[in-house]
Structure formats: structure tokens, C-alpha cells
């Protein structure tokens, strides 16, 4: 009876750690719902092994990793068969995240670190999600298209532009032209002078954690270069 108990509360702990993500997607599927609740597990498992993310950063991993992550589809909600490339994602944000809440578009993440996309296939498998393809790369020496490109904390613009040049596909699926969504934070007027098609979105309209106050989702379309 005690072990089932505890069990119980256990369970009851994951479920509200996550719960801050169901606050703001009250839609989820339960499938969607339970790989959410995975995630915190995976990692600090994983992390054991192959140490990429703090420990800090584990205890507060619903708010500034998956709850940030997550705030690109606040903006941009990603069609069936649309293909995303997340560029130096890291330990998977903010590409896996997003891969949980679009179940039918491809996510390709990449990272020139070994370990960190080691780890990041290791939460792919553990969650069985299908639709993310992790590669130990460059992202300078990828040669495919994509209908949006991802990234959080990487590079500034200017050098991210250059990296990514010829990576977006011609045609638009949704109304939005395809192109850059980049979360990014803080005073960005010299980073982005000379993009004068960006677009700013301030995620403290839709998050009202403190964390949010600085922090944006900058959308940059791109012109189709053959
Ligand atoms: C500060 S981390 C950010 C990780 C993740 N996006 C996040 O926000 O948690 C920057 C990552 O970008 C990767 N990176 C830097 N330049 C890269 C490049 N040219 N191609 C692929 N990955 C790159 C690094 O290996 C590192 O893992």
C-alpha cells in the first residue's frame, strides 16, 4: 500500500512539474501530454551520463527550456508536412519540444558536438518520436531545404544568415513566408539593423513567468536562393 502510495505521488510530482506547459497548450493529446512528462526523466538520466546540461538547468527545465522552446508555436503553428531544421540545438531545444507539439512535421536537428546530439538521440528513442532526425554536424555542411530554420542562443545573426544561406525551400506552405524563427533576448536593435523584414515577437503577451520579461521570437523571412 506505501509503495503504491508513493508511486502515486511520484507520478503526481512529474505531472505538475510539466504542468506549466499544459497551462499554455491546453490542447495536448494525452500521448502528447505523457512524452512532456518524460522529458525531465530522460535528461536528468541522461545527463548522468553524458553531463550537457547544468544541474540548475535540469531542476528548471519545464520553464526555461521546454516552456521556451515551445514559445515559436505561439507564433508560427507548424502545418502537416512541414520540414523544420533546428541549428545547433544543444541537448534538443528548441527542436524537441517542438517535435512533441507537431507530431507531422520533420524536425532535422543538428549540432557540431558529438555528445550533445548523443544525448538528444537518446530523448528521440526514449520518447519514440518519429519525426526528428538528429545529426553530429556542421550545419554549414548540410545540404538540404527547409520550410523553416530554428535555433536559440547559437550565433548572432549576421554569421547565422551567412551559415544558413541556400537552406530554405521556394515555395511557402503557410502564410507566413518560410524563413528564420530565432529565439533571442534583450536590446537586439545593432544585432539586426540591417534585417529590416524582421519581425519581433515579445513572448512576455503570451508566458507571464518573470523569465519571459526580455525574452523574443525573432522571425526573419528569407528569399529562395537556388
Ligand atoms: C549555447 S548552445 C545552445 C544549445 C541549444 N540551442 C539551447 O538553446 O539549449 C550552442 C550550440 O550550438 C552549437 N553550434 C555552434 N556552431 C554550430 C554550427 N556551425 N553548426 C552546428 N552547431 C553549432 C554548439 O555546439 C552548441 O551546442
Known sequence: MIMEMLTFAKTLIKYMKADI?????????????????????LYADWNQKINVVSRKDIDEIYLRHVLHST???KFQQFLPGTTVLDVGTGGGFPGIPLAILFPETQFTLVDAIGKKIKVVQHVVDGLGLTNVTAKHMRVEDLD??????????VAAMPTFVRWIKGRIKKESLHERRNGILYLKGGDLSEEL?????????????HF?????ETKKVVYLPLKYKG
Not at 26 to 35: G, I, R, Y
Not at 208 to 212: G, M, Q
Open 21 to 41: 506547459i499544459f497551462k499554455y497548450f491546453p490542447d495536448l493529446t494525452e500521448e502528447q501530454k505523457q512524452h512532456f512528462i518524460q522529458l525531465e526523466a
Open 71 to 73: 514559445g515559436i508555436a
Open 144 to 153: 538540404a531545404k527547409f520550410d523553416f530554420i530554428v535555433s536559440r542562443a
Open 193 to 205: 539593423k540591417d534585417y529590416k523584414t524582421t519581425e519581433i515577437y515579445n513572448l512576455s503577451d
Open 208 to 212: 507571464s513567468e518573470d523569465f519571459f
